[in-house]
């Protein structure tokens, strides 16, 4: 059973940084791509990034292009988003999710002064 687990999210000034992490287990996350989304209340979910099994092709959405940069380490499981330059509208529950839709309990980021 697939199992993803979340971490890294907090509070941050505009213009910070985070890194955020997500931890899986249950499956062969070396051969699969995996994807970070978000949800800010009352908004709908929102992709943010994906990254290849390999590591070796990575796509953002325009809103986050040139700020954001997913990552992964296959030896360790995790699969990372490093968020730059944060803004407010960043703010939202970040979600890591694998091909089968499976994901974690999220984890929240906030950006605030």
């Known amino acids: 059973e697939a199992q993803l687990v979340e971490s890294g999210g907090g509070l941050v000034q505009p213009g910070g940084s985070l890194r955020l992490s997500c931890a899986a287990s249950?499956?062969?996350?070396?051969?699969?791509?995996m994807r970070w989304y978000r949800q800010a209340p009352g908004k709908v979910l929102e992709w943010v990034a994906t990254i290849t099994g390999s590591g070796d092709r990575t796509w953002y959405a325009d809103s986050v292009k040139g700020r954001f940069t997913i990552s992964r380490n296959n030896a360790r499981n995790t699969v990372y988003l490093q968020m730059n330059s944060l803004k407010p509208e960043d703010a939202a529950v970040y979600y890591c999710y694998d091909v089968n839709s499976n994901r974690g309990q999220g984890t929240q980021v906030t950006v605030s002064s």
């Open positions: 249950g499956f062969s996350f070396s051969s699969q791509s």
